[in-house]
């Protein structure tokens, strides 16, 4: 029979057996992001204080001065004052600053439609940029702003004209949001452990792998079952985290649009990781162990990947971790879905390529392994 025949007959059997099961299944996908949401889905309601904020005053003016002051007296940010709008940039992009206000010279008119007041925001510390940008907003509403957020999203408003955003180095935060983001990429993850690579074991200690491969049965129609049965039931797990996460609270700033992106992105990483679970599954013949490892695995990557917290907070030997883990990669792509409300074509491409690579590691070395260590 043909290597496709044979894929398509043995990933049939998996999946029958896969809805045989489908409640236990479903429940297991779900347990664990539904509690980590019920227990800390308020952790950035909290208020955040020092948000650190860099102000560039280009008026000059009375008035200017007066918003300067009525900023620095709020607890919630702290600001520093300079002189340049590219050594404030500077400072976003390397995580020295959270937050730049930059304040042009017609304030507070504005300038040909232009906004008198420019607001760039960082993702470095994005479970309280939030915050910042609010206390920004009613100081600027003293000048005779009236804030609104435009088209219902977690976007800074235009403020009547005078105050203006700009998203290129982040969004505001609904703390709920941002954890839900991580935990798709968490339970596409974990649907890839007990997917294809559980099987494989499985088979292995039932003596039906020993049987397959005594039959005409192609060893590569056995390994691409193996990860097609394991990327389906991540994407199953991944997407119905995304509803529960939306049924509980969270927010997808770009609407329906945005779920092609957030189907594209849970797919690669479940794909990738379906591979890395074949790799692993044929150098540990014991179930028990195998989870062990996977787990082991897995949960660091998680953790590195900015699922609780922003990247820019791990201690700096671990940053150079989290640009190669492939996890970082899915989760900020489902968060500017999730929390911007765009995704500009060059993350995105970063985003793809980078788990285009991890699957494409994984696929390749599932065929050397599985092919040389499998009895």
């Known amino acids: ?29 779900l347990i664990f992001p539904f509690i980590l949401i019920i227990i800390f889905s308020n952790l950035g309601n909290q208020a955040a204080v020092g948000i650190s904020t860099v102000v560039v005053n280009y008026a000059g003016n009375a008035a200017a001065a007066s918003f300067l ?3 620095q007296s709020q607890d919630t ?11 404030a940039m500077s400072m976003l992009k390397s995580s020295s600053a959270d937050l730049v206000v930059i304040i042009l010279p017609t304030f507070p008119k504005e300038d040909g439609g232009n906004p008198a007041v420019q607001i760039y925001h960082s993702n470095s510390n994005i479970a ?29 408003s235009q403020a009547a004209g005078l105050v203006g955003s700009n998203l290129a180095y982040g969004f505001q935060i609904s703390y709920k949001t941002y954890l839900i983001g991580g935990l798709i990429a968490m339970v596409a993850a974990f649907g890839a452990i007990f997917g294809g690579g559980a099987t494989l074991i499985s088979d292995r200690q039932l ?26 039931v991540s994407v199953i797990g991944g997407m119905l985290a995304l509803g529960m996460g939306i049924a509980m609270g969270g927010t997808m700033a770009m609407g329906i649009a945005g779920l092609p992106y957030i189907f594209v992105l849970v797919v690669l990483i479940s794909m990738g990781f379906s591979s890395f679970t074949v790799v692993l599954a044929s150098k540990v013949k014991n179930i028990e162990a195998y989870q062990i490892f ?10 590195l990947s900015g699922a609780f917290f922003p990247t820019s907070s791990l201690p700096g030997w671990l940053q150079p971790i989290s640009v190669i883990d492939p996890m970082t990669y899915a989760t900020t792509g489902i968060r500017y879905v ?11 491409l ?12 994984g696929f390749a070395l599932s065929f050397v392994l599985f092919k040389t260590t499998i009895e």
């Not at 896969?18 to 429940?27: C, L, P, Q």
């Not at 003596?207 to 389906?232: D, E, H, M, Q, R």
């Not at 999730?338 to 995105?348: E, H, K, N, W």
């Open 1 to 29: 029979m043909p290597t496709g025949r044979d894929t398509i007959s043995l990933l049939r059997r998996e999946m029958i057996i896969y809805m045989a099961h489908i409640r236990t299944n479903v429940i297991r996908a």
């Open 69 to 71: 002051n009525s900023l």
């Open 77 to 87: 940010l702290k600001i520093t004052s300079i002189t340049d709008m590219s050594t």
């Open 128 to 156: 309280s940029t939030g915050g910042g940008i609010s206390v920004i907003e009613q100081a600027a509403e003293q000048y005779g702003a009236s804030p609104s957020v435009n088209g219902g999203l977690p976007t800074l």
């Open 207 to 232: 003596g039906n792998l020993k049987a397959f491969l005594i039959t005409p049965v192609s060893k590569n129609a056995i390994i691409l079952s193996k990860i097609f049965y394991g990327t389906i």
């Open 294 to 303: 996977a787990q082991v695995i897995v949960m660091p990557l998680w953790f």
């Open 338 to 348: 999730m929390l911007s409300g765009y995704y500009p074509m060059q993350a995105f």
């Open 350 to 361: 970063t985003d793809i390529t980078s788990l285009l690579l991890f699957f494409a590691l």
